[in-house]
């Protein structure tokens, strides 16, 4: 059985997308707009993988030995100006993917093993993901022509 | 639904970044039309992403990707949060400023150019109020020295750039406020604000009219969606809608699957705390607002001498309560500073909200004796934060702490009598 895998992977990666979140708020302070959504969304990303933890603990103990490939490194800390920025929401915008079909994947194999407090807690956060991934790509498209074309 | 007239028609036009007669910046149809009307190639309107609201300019100002701006009937050295930070941008030596105005404001006066405007009474265009009422204001006098009405300032800017249509010609083919109202009518035809079936005879013969006024309500409309039929069909509606958390866009494919088909939404939003909340070292609430006297930044009211004398000068409004705890009677002067700014008024002891104090915004410096002192405003005080829907600033949650300075020689506070609850 591989759920625990899957479950401790989005877990690790709704962590690592509430440090990218976080750390982009603090990178690009002055650029208010994302500072205080950025910091609503960590919160988010941080009740998810709280959620997920009683889910890891259930099935951690019929977890396989199985090497784990999924995790790799997407954000490496913050960059500055309108390039820098865009290039970090970017980064996000990858993180936020991986969550995303993550929760998907949750989804199936809670339906399969008819765990109906897991899909709960799926129902409740994978709209959450969809609409961060809207937001970073509305926010992206935003910047995108004076970040490309203007900004020196 | 627009506080003012000017925000209205402003607002239905297109002049506050949003395209003209409620069009969708992501409905192609909606741009094509835009194009035919103009006779412009479709890639030269704006239509890939959200329009680039004001806060946004600001922000890319004082990051010195935008080098030119040209700032119209409005004050922003008053009226937007955290004035040190405006000031500073219109001060900065890469940024070139037109202010068109028809005084010179606390915005005009940091301008690089000023381009002295007429007021109503000195030209002629119509105005469309919060309930939809368009109403033709005439020339009748012309105005004082250099000034000129805004649409001859546009023309003039729009001849001397030689804009040119798809095949060569001029862009603007107008020269007079009717030849200008006859373009805008072709251009709501259809749309929600229908102006089809008026022109300056009919806004002459009565009264206003409300929109839509067309072939099929000739004599205009007073109540709209009496069928319980609304604008939210996907190819008609004015924007497929915003998640009112973040703000991210909605494309066409969610608004389609909500299946809208004349319904109007409700959306419903959970609570977010404000981002500033009072803490120890500023233990209130400040919010800001207005009075009754004065109409914005009071670069009008402040000069109708009835006006100003009703409400001549800013004051604070505090709670019973919290005034006694800090020794505070009616008209004692204060210091109210923020984490960003501070002022000073007089203290009006008010029916208000325990915890919160109140100033209104009307008040800027063109007509204190010493302009650099900046220490009346309410906008020194405020955040820089906005909506992310609206993007309408935040202006009522800041935090802030009150400070006695002197006492009130027995004149109480110079604000306006409290409104009957």
Request: glycine fraction near 6%; include cysteine; proline fraction near 6%.
């Amino acid at each position: 059985m591989h759920l625990a895998n899957y479950l401790e992977y989005l877990r690790k990666a709704e962590t690592d997308l509430a440090q990218g979140f976080r750390g982009i708020g603090e990178g690009h302070k002055e650029e208010v707009d994302i500072f205080h959504t950025a910091d609503t969304l960590a919160g988010q990303c941080e009740a998810h993988a709280e959620k997920l933890a009683p889910f890891c603990e259930k099935y951690g103990e019929e977890s396989s030995t199985e090497p784990d490939r999924l995790y790799h490194e997407l954000f490496g800390g913050t960059r500055s100006g309108g390039l820098g920025l865009l290039r970090d929401l970017q980064d996000l915008y990858l993180m936020a993917h991986a969550c995303d079909i993550s929760w998907t994947m949750i989804g199936q194999a809670a339906r399969g093993a008819r765990d109906e407090d897991l899909l709960m807690v799926v129902d409740a956060c994978e709209g959450q993901t969809a609409t961060q991934i809207k937001w970073l790509q509305t926010r992206m498209k935003q910047a995108a022509p004076q970040a490309l074309l203007v900004a020196s | 639904m627009n506080g003012q007239p000017t925000a209205q028609n402003t607002r239905e036009c297109g002049a506050d970044g949003d395209l003209p007669a409620f069009r969708n910046w992501d409905n192609r149809e909606h741009i094509k039309e835009l194009a035919r009307l103009w006779n412009v190639d479709q890639l030269t309107i704006p239509d890939w992403a959200p329009p680039t609201h004001a806060m946004q300019i600001w922000r890319y100002a004082e990051q010195g990707s935008i080098e030119f701006m040209w700032i119209q009937c409005t004050n922003p050295a008053v009226s937007l949060p955290e004035l040190h930070r405006i000031r500073s941008i219109l001060k900065k030596e890469d940024l070139f400023v037109v202010v068109q105005d028809i005084f010179l404001t606390e915005t005009a006066r940091l301008a690089d150019v000023v381009l002295p405007a007429a007021t109503w009474g000195e030209e002629t265009g119509t105005y469309t109020n919060a309930d939809r009422t368009v109403h033709l204001s005439e020339k009748a006098v012309d105005p004082p020295g250099e000034a000129r009405p805004d649409l001859d300032i546009f023309l003039d800017f729009a001849r001397r750039m030689d804009f040119r249509d798809r095949d060569g010609n001029p862009l603007i083919t107008w020269e007079h406020p009717e030849q200008v109202f006859e373009a805008w009518k072709e251009c709501t035809r259809g749309r929600p604000c229908d102006y089809t079936g008026l022109d300056y005879k009919k806004l002459r013969s009565g009264s206003g009219v409300q929109w839509p006024c067309n072939d099929e309500h000739p004599e205009g409309t007073e109540r709209l969606y009496s069928d319980n039929d609304f604008h939210t069909r996907t190819g008609d509606c004015e924007t497929f809608g915003q998640d009112l958390l973040t703000g991210a866009s909605y494309t066409e494919a969610d608004h389609r699957a909500t299946a809208p088909d004349g319904r109007a939404f409700l959306r419903a939003a959970s609570y977010v705390p404000p981002r500033e909340p009072p803490r120890e070292d500023y233990p209130f609430r400040y919010t800001t607002g207005r009075t009754l006297y004065h109409f914005h930044t009071s670069t009008k009211t402040a000069r109708a001498p009835q006006l100003n004398a009703a409400a001549p000068e800013v004051w604070m409004e505090m709670h019973p309560s919290d005034a006694d705890e800090l020794g505070i009677s009616e008209g004692d002067l204060v210091s109210v500073e923020s984490p960003r700014g501070s002022l000073e008024a007089r203290a009006r002891i008010s029916g208000i909200r325990e915890g919160v104090v109140f100033v209104p915004f009307h008040y800027g410096y063109f007509d204190e004796d010493d302009p650099e002192v900046h220490r009346r405003a309410a906008n020194e005080l405020t955040i820089t934060q906005w909506d992310p829907v609206s993007k309408q600033p935040m202006f009522k949650m800041a935090a802030a702490r009150v400070t006695r300075i002197a006492g009130a020689d027995g004149t109480p506070a110079p604000a306006p009598p409290a409104r009957r609850e």
